[in-house]
Each structure stands twice: as C-alpha cells, then as structure tokens.
C-alpha cells in the first residue's frame, strides 16, 4: 500500500478515530465517515456547567503501544489518576479489585481444586461463554461467576458465545486472598486464570512500561467529549477530512472503492470498516445472515451533581449484587480534578443495565432516589443531591450470541478476501484491545496490499 493512497474510514466511534490517526500517520490520505456523532460512547454531553461521559471511562497505561496513540491524540495533556476502587458480590466489599470476589459465595478450596483441574485438561473449542467458563475455571468458579455476568448483561452466559469474554471481567478470577494467590500465580496455568491485588502498587504488573509512569489517565479538560476534541484537532493537523451524520447507503468494492452516503459519495483505494460485521452484511452484500447474532444490554444512565465534599472515599465501585440495580457508580468528576465540573461541584455517574420493558427504562426518573442510596451504600458518595439527570440508550454493552461465529464466519471470509478492506473487530471491548486490533488489521491489510 502506497503512502499516497487514499482511504475511508467508515466509524467515528474510538475505533473509527484510532484507524484514522494510525492510517494518516503512515501517509495515507484518510476520510472518515460517520453516521453518528464522533467518540460514540468514548464522547460525552454537556450539562449545568458539567461535560458528562456516557458511562463510566477511564485509560489504562497496560503498554506503550496503546499509550502513545492515546497520548498522541490527547497530545500528551493529561491527567494521572490514582484510582481507588472496588467491587460487591454476595454482599460482602472486596477493596482494590474491579472483579467480584467469587469466595464470597462459593468455597475458595473447592474452586482453586476445580481450576488446577481444568487446567490440566486439554478442552475441545467451547460452544457458548457458560462452557468456556467452566473450561477455565471449573463447575464451581463458573456458577458464581455466571451470577454477576447476568447481573450485568441481563442474559445467561450460556447463550453468549465464548468470545464475549474480552467484553467480561472473568479472563482472571479472584478465588484467593492475595498472599495464596501469589504463590499459585508461580504457576504459569494459574496465573492465566488467578487475579492477585495491586492497589498498593498499580503498576506492579505493568513495568515493561516506559511511555508513562502511571496506571491510568484521563483527559486534563473536558472530560471524554475533550479527549474527542483534541483527537479530531490532532487529526485534522494530519489532513484527515470528516464527514460527520452520513448515512451509509452502500459500498462498491469496483476499480475503486467507493462508499454512497445520503449526501455524497465518497472514492478511495481502501477502506477500513468498524461500524460492525452486520451493517457491513446489509450495505455490501445485501442479505442479513447476521441479524439477531447480537445482543445489547439496555441501560440507564444517572448522573448527579454534587458538593465535591460529597466524594466519597472510592473513585468507582462495581457491584455485582443481583439484588441492587446499579452495577457501577463512579466519580468522574474525581478523575478530572474538576476541569469537566463547575468550581466546587462533582458528578456521579451510576450505570444500571436494564430491559427494554422495565419500568427503569421506561421511567427512569423515578428510581432517581434508590439509585442515589445505592451509590452511598457503595461509598461512592454521602449525603443527599438537588439536581439529577437520566439518560437511557437500548444498546450499552455488546456481546455476540453462541450462533454468531458459525454465522460470522463465511461472510468473514467472503469480505476479508478483498486486500482493500479492513474489518474492525466489533468485540475488542476495552480501549487499549481496540487499539491492538485496529493496527493489526491495518497491518494485514497493507502487508497483503503491498504483496499484490
């Protein structure tokens, strides 16, 4: 693939921004096109003087690859943030770790049994994410573990395909306290599958990085809708054009590619996609095997604003407790030392995954005072709130159904076997993932490109 050749980037959520800056950065003429608003829900809203985000986000220094690209459309003006968290599962507190505490309800003994067993066992390809757990970490480990994912997805892991777990918290399981998780993580096996604390020390599993000092960072101003802003600054600077609230019509892979919008067409020599494998289906080949292959979890947004002296003593809590409707409440306002609040003011931002016929969805506003003590029995804040507002949205989380890969496969194939065309891989879930596929796709694209 020439410096000079020009590509459309299809996707203007993190993905779609990424793909654009690591594109423009090898010389490639780059236009981004996107239906959606830029940053999807790596961006935010504005509100009483607050720039709010849409959830609860927060970038993560786990290697200098990711770092320098998201230093660089940051431009390296950012925020360390210490953070300080932890989780609830079978009502007890775990401090220090984002994922439940599986010997809250089950025996500690009988799953580390379970999992040295699983690990000695050579496993068939697993057909569903209850399978998949049970390979990894045994019956035991994997019921409890089954419990907070349906907190948390609304659905039972038997009917998610097993690549849901890059969107889950269960790669590694606390079954532990850390002094034995330790010496069990001397295993190789098991420390793929064990998680030990690192409060103390965020970056005591992380010191092959050298881009930055810190676990985590966030945006110095504007919260997320900042870090979407100076990444289109940064990408502007590369000469990336945009062509933002296009509707894509369709996509012609001819002598060029081409990609018709409800107002324009746009040429280039390729294109890298990352608006999802399914809408990729309808627009260029015009079936819909795909349809119903997904499944999004509904949620409801809360925010409240809040005397900072109203802080509580954790940055965020996850909650797994099926018996409470948040799942996490978090202090952004925290993350940013106040550059996207109102001097003196916070906000907590409390995500509750839903369904689409619940009265949480169909009223949030009415749970505004339940979410509120959720949040303060967490420790997320104290106290009582004036002002409050709810978003609602019908897809937060994604995960694939157990059906989609045998589904996703040919069309996969059929798509991929044109050199000009990249497919972001829709179920990378976290920032840094996002990052890692985005460039390897583009790699393979321009090593085939330049093959040919």
């Not at 089954?146 to 777990?165: D, L």
Request: charged residues 20%; glycine residues 8%.
């Amino acid at each position: 693939m020439a410096d000079s050749e020009e590509t459309i980037v299809v996707g203007g959520g993190f993905a779609g921004l990424v793909s654009a800056y690591l594109l423009a950065k090898e010389g490639s003429a780059v236009t981004v096109v996107s239906r959606a608003p830029l940053g999807g829900i790596a961006g935010g809203i504005a509100w009483r003087d607050f720039s709010l985000d849409l959830g609860c986000h927060i970038f993560g220094n786990s290697d200098d690859q990711t770092t320098e690209v998201l230093l660089a459309l940051l431009k390296d003006d950012v925020l360390p943030v210490h953070m300080r968290f932890a989780s609830h599962f079978g009502g007890e507190r775990l401090e220090g770790f984002e994922i439940p505490d599986l010997a809250a309800v089950e025996d500690s003994a009988q799953m580390i049994f379970e999992i040295a067993q699983a690990a000695a066992i050579e496993h068939t390809p697993a057909e569903n994410l209850s399978e998949l757990l049970v390979q990894r970490f045994g019956p035991t480990a994997a019921n409890a573990a089954a419990m907070a994912f349906e907190k948390i997805y609304r659905t039972s892991p038997a009917k998610v395909a097993p690549e849901a777990i890059a969107a889950t918290c269960f790669k590694r399981i606390r079954v532990a306290e850390d002094e034995v998780a330790r010496i069990l993580k001397q295993s190789p096996a098991m420390d793929a599958v064990i998680a030990a604390g690192s409060q103390e020390d965020p970056m005591k599993f992380y010191r092959q990085c050298e881009r930055a000092a810190y676990r985590a960072f966030y945006p110095a101003s504007g919260g997320m809708a900042g870090f979407v802003r100076s990444a289109k600054r940064v990408l502007e600077s590369m000469q990336v054009r945009f062509a933002v609230g296009c509707a894509i019509e369709s996509i012609d892979l001819g002598e060029r590619v081409s990609v018709r919008t409800s107002s324009d067409v746009f040429t280039a020599d390729s294109c890298v996609w990352t608006a999802g494998l399914e809408v990729l289906e309808k627009t260029l080949l015009g079936t819909r095997t795909l349809a119903g292959t997904s499944y999004g979890v509904p949620m409801a947004l809360y925010y409240y604003d809040i005397d900072q002296a109203q802080s509580g003593e954790y940055s965020y809590v996850n909650n797994f407790d099926s018996r409470d409707m948040v799942f996490r409440a978090a202090l952004p306002g925290s993350y940013g030392q106040g550059t996207n609040c109102p001097e003196g003011r916070r906000y907590l931002c409390c995500e509750v995954p839903t369904d689409l016929d619940s009265p949480i969805f169909a009223s949030p506003d009415a749970f505004a005072e339940k979410v509120w003590n959720e949040a303060c029995a967490l420790g997320v804040v104290h106290g009582t709130y004036e002002n409050f507002r709810t978003l609602t949205t019908p897809v937060s989380y994604k995960v694939p159904m157990a059906h989609y890969a045998v589904a996703a496969k040919p069309i996969r194939a059929q798509l991929s076997a044109d050199p000009r065309l990249a497919i972001a891989d829709e179920w990378a879930f976290t920032k840094n993932g996002i990052i890692v596929d985005v460039e390897r796709r583009i790699g393979a694209m321009k090593s085939t490109r330049s093959a040919a």
